[in-house]
């Protein structure tokens, strides 16, 4: 069965950075897309990018542009989503999703992690 | 950037009822449209895609239609279990998902 599985909570002081892994199992890896999205306390989605697990080839949001970067290693299929700069308003649960269609349709999610951003 | 805007924002229902959640593009985006529901402290689930096609597993009840910039999700009878927040989600460029709309319990 597909199964998204990210990395743990994680709390981080402004200024810092934040990494956040998805290990990706039950598909062929690299067939498929992942995008990331975010969900701050009590609001709603917000898509931050996208990555082909095939090439790499990646699109981000405009407004996390120079402030995010997404990765992937196929040898262990897994997508890593890093944050830079980080403000307050970063916190979030960040999720991976699969993503068939290139930027929608996402059928298949991780579990979410919250990252949270506090002096 | 796209924008979607959902209404309403909140629909207060009750079981059996028929709900019909709206979603609007602030430009054309075809038919590539998605639908998503997302309860309390779970990812979101998807239930539409490609505004009418159900995804894997989504019961009969839930239906998408629409075109270009005016989009519906409507559930025929809900049941307990679809007391959750919708929300819509374009692909056409880049991606953006609309605000949501809260079915709640009448």
């Known amino acids: 069965q597909v199964q998204l599985v990210q990395s743990g909570a994680e709390v981080k002081k402004p200024g810092a950075s934040v990494k956040v892994s998805c290990k990706a199992s039950?598909?062929?890896?690299?067939?498929?897309?992942i995008s990331w999205v975010r969900q701050a306390p009590g609001q709603g989605l917000e898509w931050m990018g996208w990555?082909?697990?095939?090439?790499?080839?990646?699109n981000y949001a405009q407004k996390l542009q120079g402030r995010v970067t997404m990765t992937t290693d196929t040898s262990t299929s897994t997508a890593y989503m890093e944050l830079r700069s980080l403000r307050s308003d970063d916190t979030a649960v960040y999720y991976c999703?699969?993503?068939?269609?290139?930027?929608?349709?996402?059928?298949?999610w991780g579990q979410g992690t919250l990252v949270t951003v506090s002096s | 950037e796209i924008v979607l805007t959902q209404s309403p924002a909140t629909l207060s229902l009750s079981p059996g009822e028929r709900a019909t959640l709206s979603c609007r593009a602030s430009?054309?985006?075809?038919?590539?449209l998605a639908w998503y529901q997302q309860k309390p402290g779970q990812a979101p689930r998807l239930l539409i895609y490609?505004?009418?096609n159900r995804a894997t597993g989504i019961p009969a009840r839930f239906s998408g239609s629409g075109s270009g910039t005016d989009f519906t999700l409507t559930i025929s009878s809900l049941e307990p279990e679809d007391f959750a927040v919708y929300y819509c989600?374009?692909?056409?460029?880049?991606?953006?998902f609309g605000p949501g709309t809260k079915v709640d319990i009448k």
């Open positions: 430009q054309s985006v075809s038919s590539y």
């Open positions: 990555i082909s697990a095939y090439n790499g080839n990646t």
């Open positions: 999703a699969r993503d068939p269609d290139y930027y929608g349709d996402f059928d298949y």
């Open positions: 989600q374009q692909r056409s460029t880049l991606s953006t």
């Open positions: 490609d505004a009418s």
């Open positions: 039950g598909y062929t890896f690299t067939s498929y897309g």
